[in-house]
């Protein structure tokens, strides 16, 4: 089985920490390729850099020429699943709602641990339109922006701070809310006595079972197919 993971900005050190953890969620036998957009921005952290981010994914993915039997979109709460569920013709598992899906299973409230306070619409409207928004019972930040999280001790200070502020709001399980957080889950699941769900790692499980029970994306509704038509997504290739 080979999975396709997609970063969702252009730094090419965060998506091998994602790869990495990717790897180590998957099964024997399953590949990895990573994919790093080729534009956009260095980190997405707000509206604009989400929307950016989606079609920089899209353009990565319909250029992909490799074969892949599912496709990862590592970027927590940013946009482009959709368009991406349209485009494909394999299984698309978004790491927000493949974390909070896992989260519902474990316990009855859930809470997302994520960056800066002002990813948290974009995260709930997510969460939202996956149908699990109603089970979380908060959003918290850390402080910390995306490019700052190669500070292990201090994103788990941060974490670890988030989290209690989280686990008072009534969480029972927490959700890495970045795909740079991965591997964190392992560092802190015991210190904070509750479950922590990496969204990287729950993606990979599930796109692995979609593959194995033989299930991809419907297309006999709102995921159709595009239609076809003249689409220009940037200046001519050289």
């Known amino acids: 089985m080979h999975l396709l993971v997609t970063n969702c900005n252009t730094t090419a ?10 790897r180590a969620a998957a099964s024997p036998g399953t590949t990895v390729t990573g994919l790093t957009p080729e534009w956009g921005p260095e980190s997405a952290e707000g509206w604009l850099d989400s929307y950016l981010s989606a079609a920089a994914v899209l353009d990565t993915l319909r250029r992909y020429e ?3 039997d599912a496709v990862v979109m590592a970027g927590f709460g940013e946009h482009g699943r959709e368009g991406a569920r349209e485009l494909l013709g394999v299984p698309v598992v978004d790491i927000t709602e493949a974390a909070a899906h896992l989260a519902c299973l474990i316990g009855r409230r859930y809470a997302v641990i994520t ?3 002002r990813t948290r619409g974009q995260i709930e409207d997510s969460l939202h339109a996956a149908g699990v928004l109603a089970h979380c ?4 930040g850390t402080g910390l922006g995306v490019l700052e999280l190669g500070d292990p001790e201090r994103t788990l200070e941060a974490f670890v701070q988030a989290a209690e502020r989280a686990k008072e709001a009534g969480a029972e399980v927490l959700v890495l809310g970045c ?3 991965t591997g ?3 560092a802190v699941g015991d210190k904070l006595g509750l479950p922590v769900v990496d969204g990287v790692a729950a993606a990979v499980k599930l796109a692995e079972s979609l593959v194995s029970l033989g299930l991809t994306t419907s297309k006999a509704g709102g995921y159709a197919d595009p239609l076809p038509k003249r689409r220009r997504w940037g200046p001519p290739e050289r």
Request: hydrophobic content about 55%; aromatic content about 0%; some cysteine.
């Open 184 to 186: 964190l889950q392992r």
């Open 13 to 22: 050190a965060m998506t091998e920490e994602i790869v990495a953890g990717a």
């Open 66 to 68: 490799g074969a892949c």
């Open 137 to 140: 019972a908060a959003v918290t």
């Open 115 to 117: 960056t800066l306070d």
């Open 179 to 181: 795909a740079g957080m």
